[in-house]
């Protein structure tokens, strides 16, 4: 078993925080963890972004300059080598959300393409990452799920969306970077599954290149790896997962209930923790043809994952098993990962302070919802605050 004291390390996770800066992330969880405060702040803050008041530099300061790199890739440089240098390699997610013209997908898509680029000739971005509602309508994704015949004007956009999966999942391959797509609601996410694996089937004949991300809140997802699994093995091309919980729980409960159909979501958190444990060892247990990316602040689940390669004499560093978390949080898993050298990466969204704002307040609702995450994550800045005063 491995040693579950990992995780306690401060000095590991907080190496690279200053004095102020482990202040300011004490105030920040402090903040989210006041569910009321949290709901009240982000409707100011839409309210207040859309009249163009201006609130842009307190944003930046805080909440913005903890969970982000900066406006730009440019700002996020420093950032890449500093994690670097402790062992943790990044992933620059362009996280501009809720667009709904085809220039600004088009936007996204080239500059999917030109980070890719970026990371060709950089050790610390071993990724790529988009969401697939950053390259079309929300709303074609779901008539395709639901098999609701397309307009002439939506078939059109379908064939923009499929033309820039495939420009970008190209592009991945020439570069030799895997490319991660992000999973969204399960009423869209059928349509962006077929996609993903047409994308599969086409680049990762000889490894894995292009990655779809599990949603292991869901019921339905291993099995739906299984049949994917046998599919791929019969047509002779390699899988890549990301493996995740989910983020969008309460939005399909809320759907399910609404339009009187079984909810996609597990029972309970408990099956949710056994579902994501099974997913991951199905896939170490297959990973000559799957590559597993570990997206999980749990850590249980992480240590799970630890044990499962050491009975498997699965190396450390074997470039097939990457764990990851998202910037500003879980610091203490992340770093001290990347310190004994296993492969661990933080995605770190970047963009347009006003455009990176969804995805800032999806964070702090999340964050607000995930019962002892935010304890978890103001005890380690207490102790490690203490341990800098003694």
């Excluded at 043809?289 to 240590?303: A, R």
């Amino acid at each position: 078993m491995t040693s579950n004291s990992l995780f306690d390390n401060t000095e590991t996770a907080f190496k690279l925080k200053s004095d102020s800066e482990l202040e300011r992330a004490y105030f920040l969880f402090k903040m989210i963890s006041m569910e009321p405060l949290v709901k009240i702040g982000s409707a100011v803050t839409k309210f207040a972004l859309n009249l163009n008041l201006p609130v842009e530099g307190l944003i930046r300061s805080t909440v913005f300059d903890h969970f982000c790199g900066g406006v730009n890739e440019r700002d996020c440089m420093s950032t890449v080598d500093k994690l670097y240098d402790v062992g943790v390699s990044s992933v620059l997610d362009f996280s501009v959300e809720g667009k709904e013209e085809d220039a600004q997908f088009e936007a996204t898509a080239a500059k999917v393409m030109e980070l890719t680029e970026l990371s060709k000739n950089m050790d610390a971005m071993p990724f790529s990452v988009f969401k697939p509602t950053g390259f079309g309508r929300f709303k074609v994704y779901q008539k395709i799920t639901e098999n609701q015949p397309l307009t002439d004007v939506e078939k059109v956009y379908w064939k923009n969306i499929e033309n820039r999966y495939d420009r970008v999942s190209k592009t991945a391959h020439d570069c030799g970077i895997r490319l991660l797509i992000d999973a969204e609601e399960s009423w869209m996410q059928d349509a962006a599954d077929e996609l993903c694996e047409i994308m599969m089937e086409k680049y990762n004949t000889e490894r894995p290149i292009v990655f779809n991300t599990l949603q292991c809140y869901r019921w339905d997802r291993l099995e739906y790896l299984k049949d994917l699994h046998q599919k791929a093995k019969a047509k002779g091309y390699k899988l890549g997962f990301k493996i995740v919980r989910g983020a969008y729980m309460e939005k399909e409960n809320e759907r399910a209930l609404e339009k009187g159909y079984k909810s996609p979501i597990c029972e309970s958190k408990k099956a949710t923790d056994d579902n994501f444990n099974e997913v991951m060892k199905y896939i170490l247990d297959n990973l000559n043809d799957i590559e597993l990316f570990v997206g999980t602040h749990n850590e249980s689940s992480t240590y799970l994952t630890m044990d499962m390669m050491k009975q498997k004499e699965i190396s450390k560093s074997d470039d097939r098993v990457w764990f990851g978390q998202l910037f500003g949080m879980s610091d203490h898993i992340s770093f001290n990962l990347g310190a004994v050298g296993y492969n661990a990466a933080k995605y770190i969204p970047f963009g347009p302070v006003k455009d990176v704002m969804p995805y800032l307040i999806r964070r702090a609702e999340e964050n607000t919802s995930v019962a002892g995450q935010t304890s978890r994550e103001l005890t380690l800045l207490k102790k490690e605050k203490k341990r800098r005063k003694l």
